[in-house]
C-alpha cells in the first residue's frame, strides 16, 4: 500500500488556481482501491446513512470485470450521520464518496483546469427514479465547493419523468451562507435505458466562471451534451471537489422514501480524452 500512496503523490501533483476564472492543477486519479480514509484519495462522507457504503467484488449485473465495485445505498425511514443531524432535518438521506481535497492533504482543493473524468454507473432493475421514489432530489455525482454543487448529475424523484440531467448552480441572492440554487439544466438520458446494466460516463470539463467554460458528456460512447458557459460558481472557485454515489434530498418524508442500491466502478480523471 505505501507504493500505492507514492504513485497516487507522484499522479496527482496538484496546484493552487493562479486566476479566479479557472481552475489550474493538472493532476490524474484512478479511484478503483478498496481502502478509503483520511490519507486516501476519497473517504466516506461523515453524514453518510451508517452502514450504506460497501466495496464488492461481484459484479452486480453479471457483464464480468475484474475491479472493485462500489455499492452505496439508502433505506426507508433512515438518514444518518457522525457528527450532526443535518441531512435529517432536511429530510435527506445520503451514501456517497467524496474526493478527499481537504485543507492539508496532499491531493490538493480544486479540479485541473481542463480535465475528462469516466466511470461506469449501474442503476439495478426497478430503481426508484422518477414517479418510482417520493419527492425529493436524486444527486448521482457532483463537484462540490463545500456550500453546493458547482455542477451535477441529478434528477427529480416524485415526478413524471426519467431524465437525468446536468445541472449548474448560481448564489441565491442575499442567502446569508451563499447557498445556491439550479441555474442551466441540461437533459442528459432517459435512466429507463440504462437500468439493469453498466452504463460507461464520460465527462470532459473546462471549468471557468465565464462564458468559455465547456462539458461535453458521453454515454456509452455516444455524445448527449454539448454544453458552453459558466462551470464554476464565482463566489466559490477555491474549492472543487468530485463526489459520488446517491445522494436524495429533501425528500417530502423519510417515512416515504423508497429504499435503492446504486453501484459504481473504474472512477477516473485524466488530461487525456479516454478510449470511449
Known sequence: MKLFA????????????????????????????????????FFEKHRNLPNSYSVIRTDPFGEGGNGPVHRFEIRTGECGSQLDQGDCSYNAVRSELAENNHRGTRFGRIQPREAWYEWDIGFPDGFPFGPR??????????????VCPHMNFGIWGGRNSHVLHLRTSQ??????????QPDEL????????????????????R????????????????????????TLIPEHVGRNHFD??????NADSLRRVQPAELYY???????????M
Open 6 to 41: 507514492t504513485i497516487l503523490v507522484l499522479l496527482l501533483g496538484l496546484t493552487q488556481p493562479s486566476a479566479i476564472h479557472a481552475q489550474e492543477n493538472h493532476g490524474t486519479f484512478t479511484y478503483n482501491s478498496m481502502e478509503t480514509g483520511p490519507r486516501r484519495a
Open 265 to 275: 466502478r473504474d472512477i477516473r480523471r485524466t488530461r487525456q480524452q479516454p478510449p
Open 171 to 180: 448564489i441565491i441572492p442575499g442567502h446569508r451562507h451563499g447557498d445556491c
Open 244 to 249: 459520488f454515489g446517491i445522494y436524495l434530498a
Open 207 to 230: 471549468w471557468s466562471t465565464g462564458n468559455d467554460g465547456e462539458v461535453r458528456v458521453f454515454v456509452d460512447g455516444q455524445q448527449r451534451v454539448q454544453f458552453n458557459g459558466r
Open 133 to 146: 421514489q417520493t419527492r425529493g432530489y436524486y444527486l448521482f455525482g457532483q463537484w462540490h465547493n463545500g
Open 186 to 205: 441540461i437533459p442528459v438520458i432517459d435512466l429507463r435505458e440504462i437500468e439493469g446494466r453498466w452504463a460507461h460516463f464520460v465527462v470532459y470539463v
